[in-house]
């Protein structure tokens, strides 16, 4: 299982469903990746929503 593919599939279709916002599992390999999206406007920003028994990656689509 890819789950730096599924990852960005995730963001892929939240753009393509016009969503304001995706959520996915938090993992350390996803943080960083979701700080370069960040700082190259990729997106508009992001944060880790403490839950559960997993944190999630809250992120706010740039359009």
Known sequence: ??????????IRNGYLA????????FSNSRDEITKIL???AF???YYV???KPV?????????
């Not at 016009?18 to 599992?25: A, L, M, P, W």
């Open 43 to 45: 997106i508009e920003d």
């Open 38 to 40: 960040k700082d190259e």
């Open 18 to 25: 016009k969503k304001d916002t995706v959520t996915v599992n």
């Open 1 to 10: 299982m890819d789950t730096i593919a599924d990852y960005l599939t995730i």
């Open 55 to 63: 944190n999630k990656l809250v992120i706010t689509l740039r359009y």
């Open 49 to 51: 929503a403490e839950d």
